[in-house]
């Protein structure tokens, strides 16, 4: 059964400057870096696409004019309603979701992505499992390599998180935040209320014992390097050559 999606707002975050990645980011922003040949944002749009979302909201900061271009390109040529919330100095991650706390207003759910991800995540599996629950909010995951490297979550026996560390030097598990959590209106204005710079060291600690985990069975590889770029080009080309 198809989902209702109709009120469901993404906010992108894109803001940030990609420094592991320069010399590339000098002159491309993050969120724009080329994967096979594609924007990374593009890859989103695919997501946003097979889950039928249309209403999205993008944080600039480094080379707006950039994105800037995409949006009304995107806005020109597809289905999707894209606006820019631009940062003259960032607000952090939680900082972005105060300054665009009307996002709310009239959403059933909003999506949060952090948008320097590389994911073939099912959106509406994800949708479907945080409306099983009832919590307010969910947080995908994904299986970390490394993951002393990632914010590491504790489940129990019904997918609450009831425990969360940034980047433990002693991993109790390997099921590390994809950085893509869904939020009701209520815990969004929340977290906008809180008036707090960081989404993983000022909010989710708040979050513990009233938010869900749900683990995609796909690929997610932070885009934060250029090991994992070269990592995702290859990945994107063996998928391509599969659909053939």
């Given at each position: 059964m198809s989902l209702d999606v109709g009120r469901v707002r993404v906010l992108l975050l894109a803001g940030g400057l990609g420094t592991r990645l320069r010399p590339l980011t000098d002159h491309t922003p993050k969120c724009l870096?080329?994967?096979?040949?594609?924007?990374?944002?593009?890859y989103w749009l695919d997501r946003f696409r097979e889950a039928g979302l249309r209403d999205l909201r993008i944080n600039t900061h480094h080379l707006p004019e950039a994105v800037r271009e995409y949006i009304d390109r995107v806005n020109a040529t597809s289905e999707f309603r894209m606006s820019e919330a631009?940062?003259?100095q960032l607000l952090g991650s939680a900082g972005t979701v105060m300054a665009n706390r009307d996002l709310a207003d009239d959403a059933s759910e909003i999506l949060i992505v952090y948008a320097d991800n590389f994911s073939n995540v099912d959106l509406n599996e994800l949708l479907r499992f945080h409306r099983s629950h009832g919590d307010p909010m969910t947080m995908m995951l994904f299986r970390a390599p490394h993951p002393e490297n990632c914010g590491i979550a504790t489940l129990d026996a019904e997918h609450r998180i009831i425990d969360f560390v940034e980047k433990p030097k002693n991993p109790t598990s390997d099921l590390a935040n994809a950085g893509l959590y869904v939020l009701s209106q209520e815990a969004y204005k929340e977290i906008a209320d809180m008036q707090v710079f960081d989404i993983g060291f000022?909010?989710?600690p708040r979050f513990l014992n009233r938010?869900?985990?749900?683990?995609?069975?796909?690929?997610?590889?932070?885009?934060?390097?250029h090991e994992a770029l070269e990592k995702a080009q290859t990945l994107s080309t063996?998928?391509?050559q599969g659909k053939r």
């Open positions: 870096v080329p994967v096979a040949g594609r924007p990374l944002l593009d631009y940062e003259a000022d909010v989710l938010m869900r985990g749900w683990a995609s069975p796909g690929f997610h590889l932070d885009i934060g390097t063996q998928l391509e």
